[in-house]
């Protein structure tokens, strides 16, 4: 069975459970809700948050917000603001009513196709996204709402969100790229080339009960004086901010 089958076969069988499912994480009271990207089958937004920079202070925008975890988390952490959004309304449904369930109001959520809807005059310090690396052909069509939460035919969404995102950066920035070890760094390192992009690797590990090494970058452009990315590509460290 193939990568992409497998991935097909696990996005089915985490909606086979009782809905909305309840889950308590990060001191949080949260629901799941049916035809969301499941946190119960699919867990590295739970290394990811563990192993974020520090964000007091700071304004985030999260791609691809799922149920809300983990930008829910730091906006009540500490974070200025959260824009969370999602391209499946649901989920976005989700994240909201989460938020309201946790009394968290330094948070907006709205449905937006990477940063289709996301007005040209917002800055912010950290733009982060749960990157779904599951590798398709370029022709490749998604057969339900969930699969853009796992799999991008040709790495499109990729480099849309690399080549959009640091306009929508402030001065001192960064985008903040969760990057499971089963993707195509191949494709990663040309996109980054391509848009004359730097990049750092912030953090790398596994998550209790896996396998997989989940990575999270700090990525900018070269130009801002970030340190090359052939020179930090193998650098292994804790998690620092930009």
Known sequence: MTDLAQIRTRLKLSQ?????????????????????????????????TENFPPVAGKSILEIGCGFGLPGLHLAKLGALSLLACDVNPKAVANTFENAARNGIQNVEVIESDIFNDIPLNRKFDFIFWNYPSVFAPDDY???????????????????RFLSQ????????????????SGGRDDLLSEIIDANDLASVLLASGTAPKGNQIYRMFSIRKSSAGHPGRSEEANRRRAPSSC
């Open 141 to 159: 069509e998604y057969k339900d709402n969930l699969e853009p939460g796992a799999i991008d035919p040709g790495y499109r969404l990729l480099s």
């Open 165 to 180: 995102g640091t306009e929508f950066l402030t001065d001192s920035g960064c985008i903040l790229l969760g990057f499971a």
């Open 16 to 48: 086979q459970c009782t809905f909305p499912a309840y889950i308590k994480e990060f001191g949080l009271d949260l629901i799941v809700n049916e035809e969301v990207f499941s946190p119960l089958e699919f867990q590295n937004w739970r290394w990811l």
